[in-house]
């Protein structure tokens, strides 16, 4: 077999597809269809070349970069520097007021930048996270960010995550508060204007009321009583009206705060029947003085205790499972009227 390459000399000079190679070039190389390839080896390879010469050039297949040897020893004479791809969604977790985004780990990707706009140079830089809660949104709406991936070399192509907030409903919403109170409320009237407080500060609007009782009051005088759904902020059934609140149980446990995060003590204050009335009964030796009508805080002797619901509870006890001196710190059931 005889191989034909077109090798053009002119003095010290050799021309590989170019009959007039450049008079400064020992070596030319020329073509439009085809590159030049250089060595390739593995680092053990490269580390067992003997006596390498000051210059020697190879290709790295391990680090994928060009090397040469100077110095004594071998450096890295260019290396590539991939972009990270593009991030792709999650499982995002949607409530009337928030969405909690989530997007999959990026190979190579050293941080993620998201933001409401297209534009990656107002993005906020989310770090290593991969998880972005966005709240003050409003329910059965649907949203959208944009999200990058970067490393040392750039940023990825956006990628557009959609989600829309969980659906509004009709009837009314409950919470257990994220704050917690001694027994001072300044009655029940005091705890309804906790209860208020909450919720203006959770921005989630509507007219609120605890769930507690004393002497004069209780929720079945002080609520108005629905007929339809009561259900947490991220519209989880509590209960299908009035009369299935008050019948011994409810669907889920109220264990959700005014900004829909997830309580895991939750005690709340109530001294009241599973029915909305005032529980008159000394349960755990607690009596009929309630703290001296929730505006005490300073005791802890029987009978001048409070009864509390359990938050975990979807039996009776969510209402009336417990009691406490006066002097300990509890949340509150908060129900919208």
């Known amino acids: 077999m005889i191989l034909l390459v077109s090798i053009k000399a002119k003095g010290q000079g050799v021309g590989i597809g170019t009959t007039a190679p450049d008079p400064s070039a020992k070596l030319e190389i020329n073509s439009t269809t085809q590159g030049t390839l250089i060595t390739r080896m593995s680092t053990a390879q490269r580390n067992a070349i003997v006596s390498p010469a000051e210059g020697l050039l ?6 994928k970069c060009f090397e040469s040897y100077v110095y004594s020893a071998w450096y890295s004479v260019s290396c590539p520097c991939p972009l990270p791809a593009a991030v792709s969604a999650g499982i995002h977790s949607p409530s009337q007021i928030q969405i909690v985004w989530n997007w999959n780990a990026v190979s190579g990707a050293t941080g993620y930048k998201w933001n ?3 534009d990656y140079s107002t993005a906020i830089d989310n770090q290593n996270t991969t998880s972005y809660t966005q709240t003050g949104l409003s329910c059965g709406m649907q949203d959208s960010i944009f999200v990058w991936a970067y490393n040392s070399c750039g940023s990825s192509p956006v990628s557009i995550l959609t989600q829309s907030t969980s659906p509004c409903n009709s009837g009314k919403r409950v919470f257990i508060t994220s704050q917690t109170y001694t027994a001072n409320l300044g009655g029940t009237a005091g705890a309804d204007n906790n209860c208020q407080t909450r919720a203006n500060a959770a921005g989630i609007g509507g007219s609120w009321k605890a769930w507690i009782s004393d002497p004069s009051s209780s929720p079945a005088t002080r609520f108005t009583q629905m007929s339809s759904a009561y259900t947490l902020i991220n519209g989880t059934l509590i209960a299908n009206g009035w009369s299935d609140l008050t019948d011994g149980s409810i669907a889920n446990p ?7 995060n997830p309580v895991a003590s939750g005690a709340a204050w109530s001294n009241t029947n599973i029915n909305g009335t005032f529980n008159t009964s000394s349960y755990a030796g607690c009596g009929g003085s309630v703290c001296n ?4 805080d300073n005791s802890c ?4 205790c409070g009864q509390l619901g359990d938050g975990s509870s979807t039996g009776s006890y969510w209402t009336i499972g417990g009691a406490s001196c006066c002097n300990q710190y509890f949340r509150l059931f908060c129900f919208e009227q």
Not at 301 to 304: L, R
Request: no cysteine; aromatic share 16%.
């Open 116 to 118: 409401t706009l297209n």
């Open 254 to 260: 109220i264990n959700r705060d005014e900004f829909d």
């Open 301 to 304: 002797y029987n009978p001048n």
């Open 58 to 63: 190879i290709f790295n297949t391990d680090s």
């Open 293 to 296: 009508g929730w505006t005490l």
